[in-house]
């Protein structure tokens, strides 16, 4: 489903990924570990077209996304999180969940008659869904800059699930939780799995990746030195190399 | 006739490098445009009247008005970029675009919005070089903006201060921590932008003779399309980017109608942002 | 009504539309220093059909509107890709062409002006006004006006939730102009008689801190801005000439104390709920 072929990138002097030849079929959790720095954050950048390539291509069901725009690579079914949480800081809760909506339907000049109340009515039965969900329903009004930041990473998966994607990739999705909040994101994302789609979280705790993901791709200084499952990796001599001692949580 | 031409627009173009210049000093070190800039030059022109026609020779008047612009421009520096520095870029920006709309109407109401003659204080001498008249409005204007465009120049290269300013315009936090007082700096900066302004402002109404509180706008627009066009934060680039628009200016109304001269000035104003944002000698400056 | 009177009220009602132009454009965080450049193809544009070709009013308005709409459109694709101060100096460059331009253009009289456009009367002018007032309404309340606060808020986001970006700003650069085109189609056929220096930097400075004064955050910031702006001179009339020096001074300390100007989002927001509460009774549908 997404195949990222012989993709590098390069930031003047600087090689941030190498080469790195990756195929993920559909409908399993991925994990993507390595090392700060090692390019992670750099590889969902270049899928989600927020950056281009340097060489190589990426493909998702058959279709290249290398030459495309982040909006019409998300219209093609891959939504993301952000590292570093990334909301619409001056919009409601409901409204970041909303504006998200916005490619399920015409949201041009038209929409300002507001002629489309079925569909319109629809949506927002889809919106109020997920924030109930996420238990975020009861804040839904409040702006979204003022959420504790459990609740904001939580909105942020929603707003990302609010586009129906079948490609989701979270960028440290557990960062800054505690156990309970771990467990429950655990837990959601094997929801989302059990709905059809594919998750690629890129993530630091090992206890998150080594008990969820199916397969593991991992990097170091840009290059690929390990694909494979929870007990290959952690099994595989480069791979201990890379990481003994340093990232254990 | 042409090189009649040349010495003017020289002297013409003269007086738009210090503006461009001003502009070019706080863009740089600070990353902020100024669009107060053009009603302190405007100020400091009025300053000089006031000074003029108190009997004060001009001499003495240049660097009165140069101090009273300097002074003027360091208002700017607090009341609308050192409260502001933090938050959205823009903010100082209109701050500024407030300010000068203040400036103008404050000189309205001392100096009223009719044109004001400016009185001679000077006598003019002129001289025969060839076929050039030069008068010594001409070699005031061209020696004083030459001299302080390499005052400036090498005050930024070679001085400690210069050192400062130009790590002030690198990176605010650094510099501080190497021991640089950027609020002085900053302040520095302003004034200096303000001194070259109030100059300029001088040194134009010896040309046109006649000003209004309203004259900052233009002068600061095209002082503005210099710098532009000799790149951004590029001090050299100002330098000569001012004089090829004085230069030009002068040629286009001796040879074409002069109707079309402002258009081209902001046609060129136009062209270099969309196709060479570098301007012609390259921007130093960090301002993306 | 005095002449006089319906003087002011005939111009605060074109700085309320060029306060929206301003506004309009700064919905996706642009800032245009040269709506004035707008505002001149506007006017110049709906006069000369008026007057050299015999055109009703308000189609020559509509055209002038669209004229100014179009070049808004074409001028934002090559300056939408400037960042920062380059975008704003672009803009203020575009309005500074647009007035000399005009200053030379012979078939509107170049620099003698331009005589004779008229027509226009307080309740046209104040139908347009409510008319843009009600279209940023549903603005506000659309799909639409969601996307260009997401674009607002951040741009590199917006496109990752399926927004596109570029074609939002356009518009909203297309929309601006337009705005202003139609204030300045009203102004010429007000004044009877325009001239490239009506259309001057200083007018695109003015109606930038109409919106600053009023408040960014929302539409209504602009129009109060406006407002205060053209009733104030009337109001302080006693302060005589100072009152001028006065706004400049007021908007420095805005920009320090209350950058967001006077009304805010948050303010318009509950406002809303509470009027809304009233407006569906008991009923607790949410919004």
């Not at chain 1, 586009?163 to 094997?190: C, H, S, V, W």
């Not at chain 2, 210090?18 to 600070?30: D, E, K, N, P, Q």
């Not at chain 3, 006069?47 to 808004?72: C, D, E, F, H, N």
């Not at chain 3, 799909?143 to 518009?171: M, Q, W, Y």
């Amino acid at each position: 489903m997404l195949e990222i072929i012989d993709v590098s990138k390069n930031f003047g002097g600087l090689t941030a990924l190498h080469h790195v030849n990756v195929q993920l079929p559909p409908q399993k959790i991925y994990g993507l570990i390595g090392p700060n720095g090692a390019g992670k954050t750099t590889l969902f950048n270049l899928i989600t077209g927020l950056l281009p390539v340097s060489g190589g291509t990426i493909h998702f069901q058959g279709q290249a996304l290398t030459s495309l725009h982040p909006h019409q690579i998300t219209r093609l079914g891959i939504a993301r999180t952000f590292q570093n949480i990334r909301l619409f800081p001056t919009m409601t809760v409901l409204e970041n969940v909303l504006v998200a909506q916005n490619i399920h339907t015409r949201s041009g000049i038209t929409s300002l008659f507001q002629l489309r109340a079925q569909a319109d009515k629809k949506l927002r039965e889809e919106a109020e869904a997920l924030l109930q969900e996420m238990g975020l329903w009861p804040k839904r009004k409040e702006i979204s800059s003022s959420l504790a930041y459990g609740e904001q990473r939580r909105l942020e998966i929603a707003r990302a699930l609010a586009l129906e994607p079948t490609l989701l990739l979270l960028d440290e999705p557990a960062a800054g939780m505690n156990e309970a909040e771990t467990e429950e994101l655990l837990d959601r994302i094997q929801e989302i799995r059990s709905m059809g789609k594919t998750i690629f979280l890129i993530e630091h705790d090992m206890s998150v990746v080594m008990g969820i993901c199916d397969y593991i791709i991992v990097l170091n200084f840009g290059k690929m030195i390990a694909q494979g499952t929870p007990d290959e990796i952690q099994a595989n001599e480069s791979v201990i190399e890379a990481y003994l001692g340093r990232e254990e949580r | 006739m042409f090189f009649q031409q040349l010495i003017n627009g020289l002297m013409l173009g003269s007086t738009y490098s210090l503006i461009a210049m001003g502009y070019t000093l706080v863009l740089g070190v600070l990353q902020m445009l100024n669009i107060a800039h053009g009603d302190v030059f405007m100020f400091g022109a009025f300053l000089g009247l006031t000074f003029a026609l108190l009997g004060i020779p001009l001499y003495w008047a240049l660097l009165l008005a140069m101090l009273g612009a300097g002074i003027i421009s360091i208002l700017v520096e607090r009341f609308c970029f050192r409260p502001l520095r933090k938050a959205h870029f823009l903010g100082p920006l209109l701050s500024t675009i407030a300010f000068g709309i203040l400036l103008q109407n404050v000189g309205t109401q001392i100096w009223g919005s009719e044109p004001s003659r400016y009185p001679q204080t000077t006598e003019i001498a002129q001289f025969q070089l060839g076929p050039i008249l030069i008068s010594s409005i001409h070699i005031i204007i061209l020696a004083t903006s030459l001299f302080l465009m390499v005052a400036i120049d090498q005050l930024v290269k070679r001085t400690r201060l210069g050192r400062a300013m130009r790590a002030t315009s690198e990176n605010q936090t650094n510099a501080s921590l190497l021991g640089v007082d950027i609020f002085w700096v900053f302040t520095f900066t302003f004034f200096a932008s303000g001194a070259l302004a109030g100059v300029a402002g001088v040194l134009t109404a010896l040309v046109y003779l006649q000003i209004t509180p309203f004259i900052g706008i233009r002068q600061g627009l095209i002082g503005m399309v210099a710098m532009v066009i000799g790149g951004l934060g590029n001090l050299r680039g100002a330098m000569i980017g001012g004089i090829m628009i004085g230069v030009m200016e002068v040629m286009n109304d001796a040879y074409l109608t002069a109707g079309y001269r402002d258009m081209i000035v902001f046609g060129l104003f136009f062209v270099f942002l969309i196709f060479k944002p570098e301007g012609l000698f390259g921007a130093t400056s960090r301002e993306s | 009504m005095s002449v006089y009177l319906e003087g002011v009220l005939a111009l605060m009602g074109i700085n309320i539309l060029m306060a929206l132009s301003v506004y309009a454009i700064l919905t996706t965080d642009q800032l245009s220093l040269g709506n004035a450049g707008f505002m001149a193809i506007g006017a110049y544009t709906s006069a000369y059909l008026t007057v050299k070709s015999g055109v009703p009013l308000l189609p020559a308005i509509l055209v002038g509107a669209i004229a100014s709409s179009v070049m808004g459109l074409l001028v934002s694709i090559p300056v939408l890709r400037l960042k920062g101060i380059y975008l704003v100096m672009a803009t203020l460059g575009f309005g500074e062409i647009v007035r000399t331009f005009f200053m030379n253009f012979e078939p509107t009289g170049g620099a003698y002006g331009f005589r004779g456009p008229s027509g226009a009367t307080l309740p046209l002018i104040y139908g347009w006004v409510l008319v843009t007032i009600f279209f940023f309404w549903l603005l506000t309340r659309s799909r639409l006006g969601r996307s260009l606060d997401a674009v607002r808020d951040d741009p590199e986001v917006a496109s990752t939730v399926g927004l596109h970006v570029t074609l939002l700003k356009i518009g909203a650069f297309g929309l601006g102009a337009f705005i202003a085109g139609v204030a300045g189609a009203l102004y010429a056929h007000y004044m009877f008689y325009i001239e490239s220096n009506n259309f001057n930097f200083l007018v695109s400075a003015m109606a930038i801190l109409f919106v600053i004064l009023g408040g960014m955050e929302t539409f209504w910031g602009a129009v109060v801005g406006a407002i205060i702006f053209s009733i104030l001179p009337e109001v302080l009339r006693f302060m005589k000439d100072w009152r001028l020096s006065l706004y400049g001074a007021v908007l420095v300390s805005m920009m320090i104390f209350r950058p967001s100007g006077i009304l805010t989002r948050q303010m318009i927001r509950d406002l809303g709920e509470r009027f809304e509460g009233i407006w569906r009774g008991a009923g607790s549908k949410d919004a």
